[in-house]
């Protein structure tokens, strides 16, 4: 059985900070991990309003607390985010993540991280030889 806290892990390098200032993550489950998916807690901070697209991961996200919204950029739909809100990147959806308060969410990626990735210039998260599934 694996076993890890959050708080113990938020001291490592399993925490990754956004270069750009948005967001921190910490990876608590990762390819290494042996699952099949990383899970992630993500501090998006009050104020943040940036672009992502996961062109090589799925992903689904829980809302903890907080409150913002998500935007898919094909349609222009808006989506609120408050506690208790799941939503699913399932088709590799271009979207704007938007913090109105501080959210606190859970993530779960599809192939696993394995656990410095940060956005691309596209905002997505780049494929390695380590990510990709034997």
Not at 31 to 57: P, R
Not at 101 to 111: D, G, I, M, Q
Request: proline fraction near 4%.
């Amino acid at each position: 059985m694996l076993v890890r806290q959050l708080q113990e892990a938020e001291q490592t390098s399993r925490k990754i900070y956004d270069p750009k200032g948005n967001w921190d993550s910490t990876r608590l489950l990762l390819k290494d991990d042996n699952m099949g998916y990383s899970f992630h807690i993500t501090t998006i901070y009050e104020g943040a309003d940036f672009q992502m697209h996961y062109q090589n991961h799925l992903e689904s996200v829980y809302c903890i607390s907080g409150e913002g919204e998500v935007e898919t950029l094909d349609d222009g739909k808006k989506y609120p985010i408050t506690p208790g809100t799941l939503y699913n990147l399932d088709k590799h959806d271009r979207h704007t993540l938007r913090a109105f308060k501080e959210l606190k969410l859970a993530c779960v990626f599809n192939p696993p991280l394995i656990g410095n990735e940060v956005h691309n210039k596209d905002g997505a998260y780049e494929l390695t030889a380590d990510t990709i599934e034997d």
